[in-house]
């Protein structure tokens, strides 16, 4: 299996042990669930603020905000460049620390282009996010925003994938779409870039109706559009009881569109239960599309030649 959503980082931006990545995703490692995986920070970091008594380790520990923080980047090059040469080719490292309401945001990206050749794409970019959107300072960041038109312009000229983060509502309305025409918006904009919604809209609080239909159309509409199957998401897609007929219906009749993520994030403790709990999801697949959304579509993706 790739692992299509790896935080090498937790929310106070300390980095994983290179060793620890290494052997989670090394296909030389008999004992390693994944044989690969899509890598990258965090683009926020949680303050541990003179009001609170006791130091956070996650974005909901308490109410100091978050801020945006560049340096992640620099963290993941790192974590990276001390992998064994034999395991980096199994990596794909994504850029994510620019403030995505921010016109100048895509200088970042060229940066980081600059000092490390070692990028596949970008992500993964939080948008709207549940509480983190409102613990993040400055402007509430949304897919269609005009600050990340050029960002996702580089994408294009570069063949980048972007994975993108955007609640389909906000909690008070979790059956609904609020968000969505923000994504539609997004997508039509930039037909030539390889997008990957991140949870496919779903958040703690969060749960929009008829999802399995909705993705089909949209799906249908944007064919370089993809969904990362990770997270929140798993909850309502296999649950306590299995996966659902409409989930996988939908991932056969569209299998070149899914891939898989643990969504771990710091330390790599949970990491196999993460990525391998989705077995209960592609197990009741054909093998074709089980090998499509297990692997192929990941290295489609983010191992271009």
């Known amino acids: 299996m790739i692992d299509a959503h790896l935080h090498v980082v937790d929310f106070l931006q300390h980095p994983v042990d290179a060793g620890e990545l290494a052997a989670a995703v090394d296909p030389a490692n008999a004992a390693a669930l994944a044989d690969g995986a899509v890598v990258f920070g965090l683009p926020v970091k949680k303050k541990w603020a003179l009001s609170e008594p ?10 100091a905000p978050c801020a945006t923080h560049s340096l992640t980047d620099e963290l993941v090059a790192t974590v990276v460049a001390s ?71 580089l994408c294009r000229d570069r063949d980048w994938p972007l994975t993108f983060h955007q609640d389909a509502s906000s909690a008070g309305r979790s059956g609904r779409y609020e968000y969505l025409g923000e994504v539609r918006t997004m997508l039509d904009r930039h037909p030539d870039v390889d997008l990957v919604w991140a949870h496919a809209g779903v958040g703690r609080r969060v749960r929009p109706a008829g999802l399995p239909d909705l993705l089909d159309d949209l799906l249908g509409e944007h064919p370089r559009l993809h ?28 299998p070149d569109r899914f891939v898989l993520g643990s969504d771990v994030f710091g330390a790599l403790d949970g990491h196999a239960d993460a990525l391998g709990r989705w077995r209960r999801l592609t197990e009741r697949l054909p093998e074709s599309a089980r090998n499509r959304v297990e692997s192929e579509n990941a290295r489609r993706l983010w191992w271009r030649a």
Do not use: K, Q
């Open 227 to 254: 969904v990362d199957l990770s997270w929140e998401l798993y909850d309502a897609v296999v649950g306590d009881d299995g996966p659902e007929g409409a989930w996988i219906d939908l991932v056969t009749r569209r």
């Open 83 to 153: 992998l064994p040469a034999s395991v980096r080719p199994h990596v794909a490292p994504l850029v994510c620390g620019f403030d995505p309401t921010d016109r100048l945001g895509v200088e970042h990206v060229v940066t980081m282009s600059e000092r490390h050749d070692v990028w596949r794409g970008i992500g993964e970019v939080l948008l709207r996010h549940d509480d983190l959107t409102e613990l993040t300072y400055g402007e509430n960041a949304r897919a269609g925003h005009p600050a990340l038109d050029p960002v996702l312009e």
């Open 54 to 63: 006791e130091r956070p380790t996650y974005y909901l520990d308490d109410n």
